[in-house]
Each structure stands twice: as structure tokens, then as C-alpha cells.
């Protein structure tokens, strides 16, 4: 089992970036496929982007793609979203999710393990 913390959320304005990490429990970080989904206010939780447990296989939403990007340091068992230009529909609780082997994909419920979530606000 793994446990899964984000951090990095804040108030940026639009334009601005942001990175958050999702800090993983465990000594089999390295083989979990991960993912960042995101839930806005009284909307369905929805894919962001994904990462298989190399780090070579990525996948994005349409609407991040270009302006977000997904790595893990498997030495840290962390992985991150770099969110450039930050607009303010990006406004969102950010979690991240893992599952302990083959692809997760833009699926949620093929993932096991979730975090509790970071808040990003972007403001215009």
C-alpha cells in the first residue's frame, strides 16, 4: 500500500505558474503508474495527466496539454505537475493517483490510492 500527500497549491494570478508534488509512501513507488486529476467546485472530478512508472509514457488532457507537464523522481518517490500559464479555469482541488502496475491512464477508477488533494486558485 501507498500513501499519496500533495503540496504546492496556492493563489496565483493568470499567466502564473505553479508546481506541485505528490510525495509517495512505500519501497514500490517505482512501479506505480501515477496520475493528477482535478475536482472544481461543484463539478465531476476529471484527468489532468498521467505518467507511467518509467517517466517516458506521459498523457494530458486537451485542455492542460501545452501548458502542464508531468514527471516523477522515482530516487524520491515524488511526482510532480508543472502548471504554466496558469488560467483562472484551472481554479481546482489538484489530487494525485496511483496504481501499483500497468497504465492508469485518464480512467480514475483505474487507479488505487489517492491523495487528499491541494487547492489551487488561479484569480484573473
Known amino acids: 500500500q501507498v500513501q499519496l500527500v500533495e503540496s504546492g497549491g496556492g493563489l496565483v494570478q493568470a499567466g502564473a505558474s505553479l508546481r506541485l508534488s505528490c510525495a509517495a509512501s512505500?519501497?514500490?513507488?517505482?512501479?506505480?503508474?501515477m496520475g493528477w486529476f482535478r475536482q472544481a467546485l461543484g463539478k465531476e472530478r476529471e484527468f489532468v495527466a498521467a505518467?507511467?512508472?518509467?517517466?517516458?509514457?506521459?498523457d494530458y488532457s486537451d485542455s492542460v496539454k501545452g501548458r502542464f507537464t508531468i514527471s516523477r523522481d522515482n530516487a524520491k518517490n515524488t511526482v510532480y505537475l508543472q502548471m504554466n500559464s496558469l488560467k483562472p479555469e484551472d481554479t481546482a482541488v489538484y489530487y494525485c493517483?496511483?496504481?501499483?502496475?500497468?497504465?492508469?491512464?485518464?480512467?480514475?477508477?483505474?487507479?488505487?490510492?489517492w491523495g487528499q488533494g491541494t487547492q489551487v486558485t488561479v484569480s484573473s
Open positions: 493517483a496511483g496504481r501499483p502496475t500497468g497504465w492508469g491512464g485518464s480512467n480514475a477508477k483505474m487507479y488505487d490510492y
Open positions: 512505500g519501497r514500490t513507488f517505482s512501479s506505480y503508474a
Open positions: 505518467i507511467g512508472w518509467s517517466g517516458v509514457y506521459t
